[in-house]
């Protein structure tokens, strides 16, 4: 059974960067068809992708956060991370991590979230 | 971007009644559409993909329709566990991927 853990900071300053990792375990991160995704959402709001990738290292990012986020993987780790740079209230969220079982997929696994608060 | 529009946004309905909730694409999507299920705490749980098909451990009360642009989520006989938010999700053209806002099912 697949398992998908975020980790990170739950606090964060405004104008800084967002880190969080996802670790998976159960199965590996490369090979196979899989693309590893972060998706977010607001308190009390819906859900919006952010950013996908392909254990090759190939990347997916929303074009309105495009500017402001970068997405990795580790394949030795089993891990892939998000970075969100120029942080605002408005990136207060609950961050998931997810699989979906391949580029045209829905995401089949998820992490449990965690809560990330920007704020001073 | 394929803009997905839920609804109602909220759907009151008493136990063991039927339950229909809508999804519309801007613009066909196939039959590339899924439907989430998220209870309070919990991370969204994927409940019908490829617009029809039940994803594992789902219960036969469930049943997705739909292709193109208009889509719909039967729950046949709600349960008290099934009360909760349903978001739908197009993965037939992206970037971005991108999901409904959400119909919560409530009890009447």
Redesign the interface.
Known sequence: QVQLQESGPGLVKPSETLSLTCTVSGGSISGSTYYWGWIRQPPGGGLEWIASVYYTGSTYYNPPLKSRVAISVDTSKNQFSLRLSSVTAADTAIYFCARAGGGYDPFDYWGLGTLVTVSS | ?IVMTQSPATLSVSPGERATLSCRASQSVGS?L?W?QQKPG?????VI?AASTR?TDIPARFSGSGSGTEFTLTISSLQSEDFAVY?C?Q??S?????????TKVEIK
Not at chain 2, 42 to 46: E, V
């Open positions: 971007e590339s899924a989430y919990q991370a969204p749980r994927l993909y994803a978001y999700q993965y037939n992206w970037p971005p991927l991108t999901f409904g806002g959400g």
